[in-house]
């Protein structure tokens, strides 16, 4: 096993990486509030039979800088496309996701299918056909409007 790992910028955020073992790579990405550390006992099993295993702490988790904003799933999957960009690796590459971070790895999946060799979720769940009653923008703009009101009201500054 390696050390406690580098940091390479993505997005201009400092991301904490540990990379072990030879072999087809497998990027490993844990759950909300987890950390690389979380992945030890699966990092050492994948890195003993033959693989390169990636472990990183995303904005604001673990030894990471802090992310200037949400990334929402598409912005998380071009994170880990950019950090394998940073490390050399190409693809085709096995993406883990723990919870959260499954739809992340769900949407590298999407974006990125010549770099993906196959995609395993761990404890996740992915939305086959998501419905929503309103549409985004009637979403947005009654968000916005009920803001406004909220905001109009000096309930912020109450509280």
Do not use: C, K, N, Q
């Not at 390479?8 to 987890?34: T, Y």
């Amino acid at each position: 096993m390696s050390g406690p790992g580098r940091f390479v910028r993505v997005g201009g955020v400092p991301l904490h990486v540990v990379v072990e073992g030879e072999g087809p790579p497998v990027v490993l990405s844990a759950g909300l509030a987890m950390a690389w550390f979380d992945w030890d006992p699966v990092a050492a099993l994948l890195a003993a039979r033959g693989r390169t295993v990636v472990r990183f702490d995303r904005p604001g988790h673990g030894l990471s800088g802090p992310a200037p904003g949400p990334a929402g799933a598409a912005g998380e999957a071009r994170r880990i496309a950019g950090l394998l960009d940073a490390l050399g690796l190409p693809g085709p590459v096995t993406v883990v996701g723990h919870s959260i971070a499954g739809l992340h790895a769900e949407a590298f999946a999407r974006l990125y299918p010549g770099r993906t060799a196959a995609l395993v979720l761990v404890d996740s769940s992915v939305e086959e056909a998501p419905t929503a009653v309103l549409p985004a923008a009637a979403r947005t703009a009654a968000a916005r409007a009920l803001g406004r009101a909220v905001t109009a009201a000096g309930l912020p500054a109450a509280l």
